[in-house]
């Protein structure tokens, strides 16, 4: 079983930055996925970013240029660096792992962007 603890979220107005990181309970291997989901109020829930082998990364196109995810395999951990953030990345984002064909979600953490 593998839990995520997502931190950093919070409240920033538009063009502000923030930068949230996931840690896993367990042993989380380069092979495997990690990355950041989001799902805003009365929407369906959408991939932000997502990040396998340290490379083969990919981006929802509205955040292309504004935000990059990373990883420590070292710690376990995936970021997000959120930069120029609009009062639309509004929701709250969930780490994601993905581990021998099935999925880990964390409890999701806030980012409310003020216009």
């Known amino acids: 079983q593998v839990q995520l603890v997502e931190s950093g979220g919070g409240l920033v107005q538009t063009g502000g930055s923030l930068r949230l990181s996931c840690t896993a309970s367990?042993?989380?291997?380069?092979?495997?996925?990690m990355g950041w989901y989001r799902q805003a109020l009365g929407k369906q829930r959408e991939l932000v970013a997502t990040?396998?082998?340290?490379?083969?990364?990919i981006y929802a196109d509205f955040v292309k240029g504004r935000f990059t995810v990373s990883r420590d395999n070292a710690k376990n951990a995936v970021y997000l660096q959120m930069n120029n953030l609009l009062p639309e990345d509004t929701a709250v984002y969930y780490c994601?792992?993905?581990?021998?064909?099935?999925?880990?979600w964390g409890q999701g953490t806030q980012v409310t962007v003020s216009s």
């Open positions: 994601t792992a993905k581990q021998i064909g099935r999925n880990y």
């Open positions: 990040l396998r082998g340290g490379r083969d990364a």
């Open positions: 367990t042993t989380i291997f380069a092979s495997d996925l």
